[in-house]
């Protein structure tokens, strides 16, 4: 790890600061300084630094919190010195703030506050669980963190048989946590509350398969069913219905910190940081965005949505702009399609969707045993990727991006 004080940018290097070390920030790390391993000659990539900001010293594997949360998993985490390029520096810290004008950022360190200068600066700072409901911060767990998922394992191993567990959501996070459970305790009743339909985003053979394990598992759902407040022990509804929990978990959505805004940067009303097609703030050239934190502009990013699957390739593109504005060469847009959709249902079951590259389901997908080998191998491949970064910068590609098509996709495929 480094201190602050050694975390200073030199009259002859470009000092590239990454804000987050989750999968954009970590593979925009190792593809910038594995570039620069490969650069020969003038090239002005010879002479760049990276210098990562991280509240923790290790890597959080997101996509497994939900076995951590249901003791399937002992742990979720990877040391980022094991992960990371060896020349990347490590600040274990809090960026509080982003002065653009000086360059520099605010870092808080334990009780001490110091700053560290970039000459760019990758913003992947990530998102995390949105419990904005009155009650739900209060009185419902979730398992956005390597902190929350232990407390919810605890809580979740506590509980006598018989009891109930609520899981707020119907989307994939909710579906895998309740999965998880429902599979590691088979003698709790899990129950999903979701305010429009369970797995209501897949094409409707995928979404019949995923309730049939669901079923299986002894899950149930409940849908069409706003939670509007949450208090001990007791989920509130829109239409007044009042249900009951010993366990609840929230899962409905996501939130991204306000950094950005607080910093003076343009953000979406989300909060996320405005950035263009090259990825690049809208507010300043020295400011390049990746990651769920990001908002992509509409023309090559309408289709992106919260996931590894777009955090890693935004961070591989950030990257590739950082180099080309220190080469003084023009800024590529992005392109980035996607191939497949993919969920865990418990240990011995999975569901993966295929997709055209802007995310709009083909008419197969695979299930079963088959579909949790192939999740696994996914989540595998996302560490093992990241680490092949630190020396092969492109190790990990992506599809292209969606191109002007006059057929609807989604009419074509429901026939």
């Known amino acids: 790890m480094t201190n602050l004080h050694s975390a200073r940018p030199s009259a002859s290097t470009h000092r590239v600061v990454v804000v987050g070390a989750g999968y954009a920030g970590v593979l925009a790390a190792n593809r910038i300084l594995a570039s620069r391993d ?24 997101r996509i497994r919190l939900h076995e951590v949360a249901a003791g399937t998993r002992a742990a979720a985490t990877v ?10 520096e490590i600040v274990v810290g809090s960026v509080v ?8 950022v605010e870092v808080a360190v334990g009780n001490c506050t110091d700053s560290v200068g970039y000459d760019s600066l990758v913003y992947a700072i990530g998102s995390n669980t949105d419990r904005s409901v009155p009650g739900a911060a209060e009185f419902a767990h979730h398992a956005g963190d390597v902190g929350a998922a232990e407390d919810l394992r605890a809580s979740v191993t506590a509980l006598a048989p018989g009891s109930v567990v609520r899981v707020v959501g119907g989307g994939s996070t909710a579906i895998e946590i309740a999965s998880e459970i429902g599979a590691a305790r088979s003698d709790l009743d899990v129950e999903m509350v979701s305010a429009g339909g369970v797995a209501g985003f897949m094409r409707d ?15 149930t759902w409940r849908e069409d069913t706003r939670v509007v407040e949450v208090r001990d022990r007791e989920l509130h509804t829109a239409d007044g219905t009042v ?6 978990v929230w899962a409905a959505s996501f939130a991204v910190p306000d950094l950005a805004a607080r910093s003076g940067l343009s953000t979406d009303v989300d909060g996320r940081l405005r950035v263009d097609s090259t990825l690049t703030s809208t507010d300043d050239a020295a400011v390049v965005g990746a990651g769920d934190a990001v908002a992509v502009a509409s023309e090559v990013g309408a289709h ?26 023009r800024a590529p847009a992005l392109s980035l399609g996607f191939m497949v959709q993919c969920m865990s249902l418990g240990r011995k079951a999975g569901y993966l969707q295929f997709v055209h590259a802007d995310d709009v389901p083909r008419p197969f997908g695979v299930s079963g045993r088959l579909g949790a080998a192939v999740k696994e191998s996914i989540c595998r491949m996302t560490v093992d990727k990241m680490r092949a970064e630190q020396n ?3 190790a990990y590609r992506t599809p292209k991006g969606p191109r002007p098509d006059p057929v609807n996709r989604i009419a074509e495929d429901a026939r």
Not at 79 to 88: G, K, N
Not at 97 to 104: A, E, L, V, Y
Not at 205 to 219: E, F, I, M, P, Y
């Open 205 to 219: 053979a995928a979404r019949k398969s995923v309730l049939a394990t669901l079923r299986r598992l002894r899950v």
């Open 243 to 248: 249900l009951g929990f010993d366990v609840c």
């Open 392 to 394: 092969r910068p492109g």
């Open 304 to 329: 992106l949505r919260m996931a590894c699957a777009t955090a890693m390739p935004l961070g591989g593109h950030a990257a590739a702009t950082v180099l080309a504005r220190m080469r003084g060469e």
């Open 97 to 104: 703030s982003i002065d653009k004008d000086r360059r520099r």
């Open 38 to 61: 490969q650069a020969r000659g003038a090239d002005p990539a010879r002479n760049c630094s990276v210098v990562v900001i991280n509240p923790r010293a290790d890597f959080v594997e």
């Open 79 to 88: 040391p980022l010195r094991d992960l990371l390029h060896r020349d990347a």
